[in-house]
């Protein structure tokens, strides 16, 4: 089923993104070198990612369908991420119209890249020929083609691979920017991955290649026309600020509007998503007028500001350092930060709330003293805050910090990942690093944890109760304070009991990588039933051993 595969598919896809994020970066120079292309596209692609596993097992392609275009548009970064978000959707809801969600049939892909070229062109205003929209209507006309033969779906979707990687290939000879720099488009070569790393996932492929001549000789055509060539150049934009941000209107909202008046203050404005939830984008000098114009007519939120003339600098200084086969002598951010976290999905939320770098480790595996200091150096910041997100890897946090001669580092003691969440959204990254650490270390103060796992050997609970190996366990902060012999019911006893201790408001729930979507989100519901006043946000942590940690606010 359509559906299956997509669920089953997109996330490996959207891993070798990110596993190839800064290899797209470095090609970044149109509209302008500020070298996030990758990064940009990695994170839209990763909110889609847990939006897809958030559904319940069996979900339909609608279903799908709706949570693709829900988590592209929230979580698209950038000018390609925006772009790339309504690519997404409107595959996405070609695909809708497949009959009987079975495989799909060349004439179903074909509609569904039709589908993508009339959703995306519609809103780029100014579409440029020699980037991602060029590989994207290049790969539909040879869909169209295609559905006119009589190929295979496997044999068209290897095709359509081949076709992507050619067309990259043909994007200097349509933009002089890129040409002059010696690259392919950054976007288009990031698209072409992903939808390789897609079809090698649907079609079974074990290898990161595809195994078809015909593609390698496409990839092959690609790497030759690139050779980065350092460019100061700030060709792209006269303009120096990157904006982007969520707007909910609350009256009458004309998008053609809005995208003509942000025309008068920048370039590469969107407007993108459906009344009343939309994903603004520009360029521009002037972001205070930008945001004061889009006030007028509803709410802000999640607002990202970048200064591309720093992250082009940037861009330049790590170009020049591999191509002296020499580290990185790219200038210091003022404050980074560094986390430990021990399931995938954790890692992927801390990077998304700003952590730099992220240190694999948790309660049974955790990291030396000499792994937290090389984090702490990979950041490249002059100053470093640590959150150890487990009271056993703290002294080992501090010692790092104490050991540390090249940036001033201090450790906040959160114990658990959520208290991690709760101390980067405290952070401010214009204040100082004293500041900061008091703001994120009251931000934790407020936060109560909950643990639940099963016993791997006899023990005690905090009341004495005895406790037998393969007993759920309910630990609140550190100590066992619940023993029985269901996740769920153990769970929720636990959240009944901090709940009538104090009353929180919010709970932050993560499920291990030992529980399934299914068991889940029926957990969640349960809570919510037993909890009517508590707003539950889950996520999948993925953490080994611990099948749900959760906090309380």
């Known amino acids: ?7 089953r598919c997109f996330p490996a896809a959207a891993q070798v993104v990110a596993d190839r994020a800064e290899d797209i970066n470095k090609l970044n120079v149109f509209p302008v070198p500020d070298g996030d292309t990758g990064t940009n596209m990695s994170l839209t692609l990763g909110t889609v990612v847990r939006e897809v596993q958030a559904l319940p097992e069996g979900a339909s392609i609608e279903d799908i369908a709706r949570a693709i275009t829900h988590g592209s548009l929230m979580g698209a970064r950038g000018n390609s991420g925006v772009i790339t978000s309504q690519i997404l959707r409107g595959i996405a809801e070609g695909l809708c119209d497949a009959k009987g969600q079975e495989d799909p049939t060349p004439a179903d892909i074909a509609h569904a890249w039709r589908r993508g070229v009339k959703v995306a062109f519609k809103a780029v205003r100014k579409p440029v020929e020699g980037t991602i929209l060029t590989v994207l209507k290049d790969v539909s006309a040879r869909a169209d083609q295609l559905e006119k033969t009589k190929i ?20 200097p000879d349509l933009l002089p920017v890129l040409k002059e720099n010696g690259v392919v488009d950054s976007g288009a070569f990031g698209f072409a991955t992903f939808l390789e790393a897609f079809v090698n996932a649907a079609l079974g492929k074990s290898d990161g290649l595809t195994d078809f001549k015909t593609t390698v000789d496409a ?10 060539e350092l460019n100061d150049d700030w060709e792209g934009s006269q303009y120096r600020y990157c904006n982007e941000f969520l707007f909910h209107a609350e009256k009458p909202f004309d998008a053609d509007e809005a995208l003509s008046y942000l025309a008068t203050l920048g370039d590469c404005e969107l407007v993108v998503g459906s ?7 520009v360029h521009s000098n002037e972001p205070n007028l930008v945001l004061a114009y889009m006030l007028q007519y509803g709410q802000i939120f999640e607002v990202f500001i970048h200064n591309m003339d720093m992250e082009s600098q940037d861009r330049t200084a790590k170009i020049a350092a591999d191509q002296a086969g020499a580290p990185s002598t790219q200038a210091k951010k003022p404050l980074g930060f560094v986390a430990v976290a021990a399931g995938s999905g954790e890692a992927d939320i801390l990077r998304s709330l700003g952590v730099d770098v992220v240190v694999s480790g948790g309660q049974t595996m955790n990291p030396s003293t000499a792994d937290i200091l090389a ?27 104490s050991a540390c001669d090249s940036a001033r580092v201090a450790v906040v003691p959160t114990k658990t990942v959520p208290q991690g969440f709760s101390a980067m959204f405290a952070t401010d990254l214009d204040a100082s690093l004293e500041d900061n650490v008091e703001a994120m270390t009251e931000a934790i103060a407020e936060v109560r944890g909950g643990e639940v796992t099963r016993a791997v050997r006899d023990s005690a609970a905090a009341d004495g109760t005895p406790i037998h190996a393969g007993d759920v366990m309910g630990i609140q902060d550190g100590s066992i304070e619940l023993v029985g012999d269901s996740l769920d019911g153990v769970t929720l006893e636990l959240i009944a009991r901090m709940q009538a201790d104090e009353e929180g408001d919010s709970l932050t729930i993560l499920a291990g990588q030992d529980l399934d979507d299914a068991a889940f989100s029926a957990l969640v519901d ?25 906090s309380i606010e």
């Open 1 to 7: 089923m359509i559906s299956t595969v997509i669920r």
């Open 526 to 550: 349960a809570i919510e039933a037993a909890q009517p006043d508590l707003e539950v946000d889950p996520h999948r942590g993925e953490q080994p051993l611990y099948p749900v940690i959760f």
């Open 152 to 171: 295979t779906t496997r044999e068209m979707l290897d095709a359509l691979v081949v076709e992507a990687y050619e067309s990259v290939a043909r994007t």
């Open 275 to 281: 009344y009343p939830d939309f994903k603004v984008h």
């Open 219 to 228: 990839k092959a055509d690609v790497t030759s026309k690139v050779a980065i």
């Open 375 to 401: 984090a702490i150096d990979e950041v490249n910041a002059e100053s470093v805050i640590v959150l150890p997100d487990n009271g056993n890897i703290r002294m080992a946090a501090e010692a790092a910090a």
